[in-house]
């Protein structure tokens, strides 16, 4: 079987594990047009994932937790006996526990958040003072800056949350001025939000679920079904003559997907359209997805769209609109966390030109965790992760260690040397310049997440990090193009000798035109055994000589175009994930697989 035909079968194997296409699916770059028209005419929903970044956990996270909780003290074993919830190993044997006494919901159901809850603490005080210790962790990130100022330019007259923390208040604040130019209701003062809308008061902030430090909290299903009317019937009527985008919200509760379903009224809620945003690898609750559909059918524009995250949504919105691009810049709190991408330059002749081996990065992490702890450089951290076992990146900076990987796994590798800082850090243009632990981090991921490449392995030996093919899987016919065969066999015997040889492709990040570029450089690699002869080495050296002597002009082609498909596939563009995880931070990077070609010197 070729390398080709193994690439798509892989394809049509994960293809078969991914979510089904969505009805209604949208495009990002359309989203941006049509907000731009509309961006006075959609009110925003924040659920749990639009804190994420801000340092407050989710309710899938909590859901865990409370798992641990109650599996620990059910069995009579201090928490400790769970180091790391998040593990899937451990929460197989958690959920079979909670699903053998069949009292407790299924893994994922829609009520799992608020049972579990209600099971932990019962008393609706512990409840309070559960959330209280969450969302005191929270500072906003760069996604609430840009919404306080889409607040400021008047493109934001309502924000609807079911969060409890205070990260969109903060931040709009900060960016409006004063606290007194934001009108924030809650199921304390319901009235608020209607009387500051009947007298275009704006912005205002409702939040449905009731402050954090209210007396009316409510969070288990009892409490939701009977969630206070007035706000719930503000958010219909809001609807009604506005239209949504919600972000970072699961749709888990019954009450609010009535709202929202009650808002269709017929086709005639949701005028600016509803747009739901979704991580790409993530399925959405049913209730969500016949939300959408029901909105279609009624003729109302509604739409999934797919975004990484909450802060890069909006960082690609505040960019995107004439009106804020230079305002943008004044959010100086935090630096824009976002997959960064670059444009192309336009061709301004078509032949004679050059091939070069550097594969253009076309987007890259600019986001990574930041651990301030008491621990040495490189081998220290390196060490550290071997210790722990757990499937992290890390690199040194002056500031800290930067990582990448679950939050879990990360916390777990760094606790026994003292954190007393764990916070995010943006990867800026500037620290890729130059070598730094920045670039060093970026290389590392891009490198990982390669080595999961049908048919690739990808191995660091000493400051080299080296590619190789599987013979039984890359035949030799991947590197050949038309009439020029490049090479006869991927991996052999040098003839007389023990050293075995194989087909390499040396790899290396570069920062260059303002530019991420992934450099690959064929090569023919040895295994010389232990006692090896000096005259069967010089042989070796003597065969990789004359190998690859003989690799010039069509042939070097041949090399680079074979080892792009196989770091890329047939696709132009490849996307790529160093972990494939939602609950820490992860090098999501897209390449292209034609490299870069020179001009024409003049």
Same mark, same amino acid.
């Given at each position: 079987?070729?390398?080709?035909?193994?690439?798509?079968? =892989?394809?049509?194997?994960?293809?078969?594990?991914?979510?089904?296409?969505?009805?209604?699916?949208?495009?990002?770059?359309?989203?941006?047009?049509?907000?731009?028209?509309?961006?006075?005419?959609?009110?925003?929903?924040?659920?749990?994932?639009?804190?994420?970044?801000?340092?407050?956990?989710?309710?899938?996270?909590?859901?865990?937790?409370?798992?641990?909780?109650?599996?620990?003290?059910?069995?009579?074993?201090?928490?400790?006996?769970?180091?790391?919830?998040?593990?899937?190993?451990?929460?197989?044997?958690?959920?079979?526990?909670?699903?053998?006494?069949?009292?407790?919901?299924?893994?994922?159901?829609?009520?799992?958040?608020?049972?579990?809850?209600? =099971?932990?603490?019962?008393?609706?005080?512990?409840?309070?003072?559960?959330?209280?210790?969450?969302?005191?962790?929270?500072?906003?990130?760069?996604?609430?800056? =840009?919404?306080?100022?889409?607040?400021? *330019?008047?493109?934001?007259?309502?924000?609807?949350?079911?969060?409890?923390?205070?990260?969109?208040?903060?931040?709009?604040?900060?960016?409006?001025?004063?606290?007194?130019?934001?009108?924030?209701?809650?199921?304390?003062?319901?009235?608020?939000?209607?009387?500051?809308?009947?007298?275009?008061?704006?912005?205002?902030?409702?939040?449905?679920?009731?402050?954090?430090?209210?007396?009316?909290?409510?969070?288990?299903?009892?409490?939701?079904?009977?969630?206070?009317?007035?706000?719930?019937?503000?958010?219909?009527? =809001?609807?009604?003559?506005?239209?949504?985008?919600?972000?970072?919200?699961?749709?888990?509760?019954?009450?609010?997907?009535?709202?929202?379903?009650?808002?269709?009224?017929?086709?005639?809620?949701?005028?600016?359209?509803?747009?739901?945003?979704?991580?790409?690898?993530?399925?959405?609750?049913?209730?969500?997805?016949?939300?959408? *559909?029901?909105?279609?059918?009624?003729?109302?524009?509604?739409?999934?769209?797919?975004?990484?995250?909450?802060?890069?949504?909006?960082?690609?919105?505040?960019?995107?609109?004439?009106?804020?691009?230079?305002?943008?810049?004044?959010?100086?709190?935090?630096?824009?966390?976002?997959?960064?991408?670059?444009?192309?330059?336009?061709?301004?002749?078509?032949?004679?030109?050059?091939?070069?081996?550097?594969?253009?990065?076309?987007?890259?992490?600019?986001?990574?965790?930041?651990?301030?702890?008491?621990?040495?450089?490189?081998?220290?951290?390196?060490?550290?992760?071997k210790k722990s076992g757990a499937d992290i990146i890390?690199?040194?900076?002056?500031?800290?260690?930067?990582?990448?990987?679950?939050?879990?796994?990360?916390?777990?590798?760094?606790?026994?040397?003292?954190?007393?800082?764990?916070?995010?850090?943006?990867?800026?243009?500037?620290?890729?310049?130059?070598?730094?632990? *920045?670039?060093?981090?970026?290389?590392?991921?891009?490198?990982?997440?390669?080595?999961?490449?049908?048919?690739?392995?990808?191995?660091?030996?000493?400051?080299?990090?080296?590619?190789?093919?599987?013979?039984?899987?890359?035949?030799?016919?991947?590197?050949?193009?038309?009439?020029?065969?490049?090479? !006869?066999?991927?991996?052999?015997?040098?003839?007389?000798?023990?050293?075995?040889?194989?087909?390499?492709?040396?790899?290396?990040?570069?920062?260059?035109?303002?530019?991420?570029?992934?450099?690959?450089?064929?090569?023919?690699?040895?295994?010389?055994?232990?006692?090896?002869?000096?005259?069967?080495?010089?042989?070796?050296?003597?065969?990789?000589?004359?190998?690859?002597?003989?690799?010039?002009?069509?042939?070097?082609?041949?090399?680079?175009?074979?080892?792009?498909?196989?770091?890329?596939?047939?696709a132009s563009t490849l996307r790529l994930r160093s972990?494939?995880?939602?609950?820490?931070? !992860?090098?999501?990077?897209?390449?292209?697989?034609?490299?870069?070609?020179?001009?024409?010197?003049?």
């Amino acid at each position: 079987m070729s390398a080709v035909s193994l690439d798509l079968q =892989a394809d049509e194997t994960s293809a078969a594990a991914l979510p089904p296409v969505l009805t209604g699916t949208m495009e990002l770059p359309t989203f941006l047009r049509l907000f731009q028209l509309r961006k006075a005419q959609v009110m925003w929903f924040l659920g749990a994932g639009a804190s994420r970044a801000a340092g407050i956990k989710t309710a899938g996270d909590m859901i865990w937790e409370f798992k641990q909780k109650l599996y620990c003290s059910e069995k009579k074993v201090p928490l400790s006996f769970i180091t790391d919830p998040g593990d899937p190993s451990v929460q197989h044997k958690m959920q079979a526990h909670f699903d053998a006494q069949g009292k407790y919901p299924a893994s994922e159901a829609e009520d799992e958040y608020s049972v579990y809850f209600d =099971a932990t603490y019962p008393l609706a005080k512990d409840r309070r003072a559960y959330i209280d210790e969450q969302v005191k962790r929270g500072t906003p990130s760069y996604g609430h800056y =840009a919404l306080g100022l889409l607040m400021r *330019e008047g493109f934001c007259n309502a924000v609807w949350t079911t969060n409890f923390d205070h990260t969109v208040e903060d931040a709009a604040f900060k960016i409006l001025g004063s606290s007194s130019k934001i009108v924030v209701a809650d199921l304390g003062e319901p009235r608020k939000f209607t009387q500051a809308w009947a007298e275009a008061r704006w912005p205002v902030y409702g939040k449905l679920h009731g402050d954090y430090q209210s007396e009316n909290l409510k969070n288990t299903a009892a409490e939701l079904q009977n969630q206070d009317g007035e706000m719930r019937k503000s958010l219909v009527g =809001a609807c009604r003559g506005q239209g949504l985008a919600v972000v970072g919200y699961s749709g888990r509760d019954a009450s609010i997907m009535d709202a929202l379903n009650e808002a269709i009224d017929n086709g005639r809620g949701f005028p600016g359209g509803l747009f739901w945003f979704k991580r790409a690898a993530d399925t959405p609750y049913q209730a969500v997805t016949r939300l959408i *559909e029901k909105a279609r059918s009624a003729g109302i524009d509604a739409h999934f769209v797919e975004v990484e995250t909450f802060d890069e949504l909006f960082s690609d919105i505040t960019r995107f609109l004439p009106e804020t691009e230079k305002a943008a810049q004044s959010i100086t709190e935090v630096t824009r966390p976002r997959l960064a991408k670059a444009d192309f330059r336009v061709a301004t002749s078509t032949t004679p030109a050059i091939r070069t081996n550097a594969l253009p990065i076309i987007s890259h992490p600019a986001i990574c965790r930041m651990v301030v702890c008491e621990i040495g450089g490189w081998e220290e951290i390196q060490a550290a992760i071997k210790k722990s076992g757990a499937d992290i990146i890390a690199q040194r900076c002056s500031a800290g260690v930067l990582a990448f990987g679950r939050d879990a796994d990360v916390k777990t590798t760094f606790e026994p040397h003292k954190i007393t800082a764990f916070d995010t850090h943006a990867i800026t243009p500037d620290r890729l310049v130059k070598p730094s632990g *920045e670039r060093s981090l970026i290389g590392d991921a891009l490198f990982k997440a390669l080595g999961y490449r049908p048919g690739l392995r990808c191995e660091r030996r000493g400051s080299n990090v080296l590619l190789f093919p599987e013979p039984s899987i890359v035949k030799s016919s991947m590197f050949h193009v038309g009439d020029t065969k490049a090479i !006869d066999y991927i991996s052999g015997r040098v003839r007389g000798t023990g050293i075995t040889w194989t087909e390499a492709c040396s790899l290396r990040l570069d920062y260059r035109l303002d530019r991420l570029w992934l450099l690959i450089e064929p090569l023919v690699e040895r295994t010389i055994p232990e006692g090896t002869s000096e005259k069967d080495v010089d042989l070796s050296r003597e065969f990789v000589r004359e190998r690859q002597a003989r690799r010039h002009n069509k042939a070097a082609n041949a090399m680079i175009d074979g080892w792009s498909r196989l770091i890329a596939g047939d696709a132009s563009t490849l996307r790529l994930r160093s972990f494939n995880i939602s609950d820490g931070y !992860d090098g999501d990077f897209e390449m292209m697989r034609v490299s870069g070609f020179s001009g024409v010197a003049s």
